[in-house]
């Protein structure tokens, strides 16, 4: 195997404290109010729609006809306290790369975070215009890196986004369960992972 591919969100970094406050605000807008949701009704509906692989936000958007809508504060987001030395360790060995669904501007937060260094390959849905599961990011992805699926290897957090797509392809794939994605279950033979870890630190048993 030559590149590993990480996911962001839940993967390498964790999101509670930004879904927490999201769910909060998002409950204090006044047509929240008017149907009597909590932050706690808006979380487990978040958690629903990631149970059966829909769109986790954009679920409840959509199920309560939201026109206000509480922002992703990525100033919450908090690096795994195991990331860097894990990363550290596995990027002595293999060549490192991203493939998440995020925003432009995704290298100066890695940087901020103290791990682009780690990375020869970012490709960002915001940057490439391609967002998970469509298969064709990872496409771009190995041909960035100049290798085939079955010398790559994903690992994210997401059946839906993350497992599939890359098993799809060819590549191996390692779920890590965190977040939402860990209440998921496979629907089918390309959502089942060759490896299954709980934290970062497992990696290293694998890889």
Excluded: H
Excluded at 3 to 19: A, K, N, Q
Excluded at 187 to 202: A, G, H
């Amino acid at each position: 195997m030559k590149v590993l591919f990480f996911d962001i969100g839940y993967t390498l970094v964790d999101e509670s404290d930004v879904w927490e406050r999201r769910c909060k605000e998002q409950a204090e807008f006044e047509e929240s109010k008017k149907l009597c949701l909590t932050a706690k009704d808006i979380y487990n509906e978040i958690q629903k729609a990631s149970i059966l692989q829909a769109p986790q936000f954009l679920t409840v958007i959509d199920k309560y006809k939201f026109e206000n809508v509480a922002p992703y504060r990525s100033e919450l987001e908090k690096l795994y306290d195991e990331a860097p030395a894990v990363i550290s360790a596995l990027s002595k060995k293999y060549e490192l790369g991203i493939i998440a669904n995020q925003s432009s501007g995704l290298k100066k937060r890695l940087e901020e975070f103290g791990i682009l260094k780690y990375f020869k390959y970012i490709i960002s849905s915001g940057d490439v215009q391609i967002a998970k599961p469509d298969i064709r990011i990872f496409k771009y992805a190995l041909n960035v890196a100049k290798c085939e699926p079955d010398e790559a290897c994903m690992i994210g957090d997401r059946l839906d986004n993350d497992i599939y797509p890359a098993k799809y392809l060819g590549m191996k794939t390692v779920w890590i369960k965190q977040g939402f994605g860990a209440l998921q279950e496979p629907l089918s033979e390309f959502e089942k992972s060759d490896y299954i870890v709980k934290n970062l630190s497992e990696l290293l048993t694998i890889l």
